[in-house]
């Protein structure tokens, strides 16, 4: 399985990028089953990698942490095999490279040890 993140970018603050990540070797098709939740992480220079959001195999739950509620958006479309992060009212703290993944499990974690695959990553640079 292959993770590619693309969308990454800079922006100014209090404006939006979207994030996509297309899945490859295998499909988002057998995540409708049940078997694997999907996760955004980033990762700021010096910091521990943090977990953003997550969404279940059917895209009916999700999960944020709390600076991105309201303003992220994680979604999936499992005929294209992509899961996307709509990020809006992008803040300087958002800077980090950002990371799909692809969980071990059908439930959401927000753990990095709860995630098989990773993608390598798509730079978000907010500026004031």
């Known amino acids: 399985v292959q993770l590619q993140a693309s969308g990454g970018g800079l922006v100014q603050a209090g404006g939006s990028l979207r994030l996509s990540c297309v899945v490859s070797?295998?499909?988002?098709?057998?995540?409708?089953?049940?078997?694997?939740?999907m996760g955004w992480f980033r990762q700021a220079p010096g910091k521990q990698r943090e977990f953003v959001a997550g969404?279940?195999?059917?895209?009916?739950?999700?999960l944020y942490i709390d600076s991105a509620k309201g303003r992220f958006t994680i979604s999936r479309d499992n005929a294209k095999n992509t899961v996307y992060l709509q990020m809006n009212s992008l803040k300087r703290e958002d800077t980090a490279g950002y990371y799909c993944?692809?969980?071990?499990?059908?439930?959401?974690?927000?753990?990095?040890?709860?995630?098989?695959?990773w993608g390598r990553g798509t730079q978000v640079t907010v500026s004031s």
């Open positions: 993944a692809r969980s071990m499990y059908d439930s959401i974690y927000s753990t990095t040890r709860s995630y098989e695959d």
């Open positions: 070797g295998s499909t988002l098709l057998n995540y409708r089953m049940g078997t694997h939740a």
């Open positions: 969404i279940t195999p059917s895209g009916g739950s999700t």
